[in-house]
């Protein structure tokens, strides 16, 4: 989320979680004001190997309920925040070579993975990976699904025998970088339910 009236907007329609990204690079780069939403939604925080202080400072600024760490963080990172209470979404980026193995390091450290796919940048590539991959994931951690999803996919996601805990909308829904579509999630929240 990017522009204020469109969080409010979005807001309306209670989603779990809302993401505010906080990597300068980003198209979708957030440095406004958050209004006021209601306070079942989780405000998360999205870094790309950032400073633990600049974590910090955004969470206590922005009164964030979640990180989601999309770089290369590692699981001394994780442990420090999360020894403070934080709540930690660790991102990792899919293609048809990852090994899962990769996640054990992590396990114990963060609340939740976020899968997505791996493209030129750390996320929002707008692109799906092979969901097939997924069957490899031996876990119970519950996870975010992320990458280029659309309402076409719904089917598609039902079918997955999974602990998927949430959906990342994002570009498919998207009018510009940042500004949501009311509509078109309202499309994909009714359908999936």
């Not at 999205?46 to 309920?65: Q, S, T």
């Not at 770089?71 to 925040?81: M, Y």
């Not at 076409?152 to 999974?162: F, R, V």
């Amino acid at each position: 989320m990017k522009y204020a009236e469109n969080v409010t907007e979005v807001g309306l329609m209670l989603p779990d979680y809302m993401g505010f990204i906080f990597w300068k690079k980003s198209l979708r780069f957030f440095d406004g004001i958050i209004p006021e939403i209601p306070h079942s939604i989780k405000k998360t925080g999205v870094f790309v190997d950032a400073p633990i202080e600049e974590i910090r400072f955004k969470i206590h600024k922005y009164k964030l309920d979640l990180v989601q760490l999309h770089g290369n963080e590692t699981p001394d990172l994780c442990v420090r925040l999360s020894n403070e209470g934080i709540k930690i979404i660790k991102v990792f980026s899919i293609n048809n070579t990852f090994n899962f193995d990769d996640l054990q390091p992590f396990k114990g450290v963060c609340d939740y993975f976020l899968f997505d796919t791996k493209g030129k940048s750390p996320g929002g590539n707008g692109t799906k990976f092979d969901w097939e991959i997924l069957q490899k994931y031996k876990s119970t951690k519950p996870f975010f699904l992320s990458g280029g999803i659309g309402i076409e996919d719904i089917d598609s996601i039902k079918k997955l025998d999974l602990p998927i805990h949430a959906i990342d909308l994002n570009s498919k829904f998207e009018t510009a970088p940042g500004l949501k579509d009311p509509l078109l999630l309202q499309q994909f929240q009714t359908k999936l339910r």
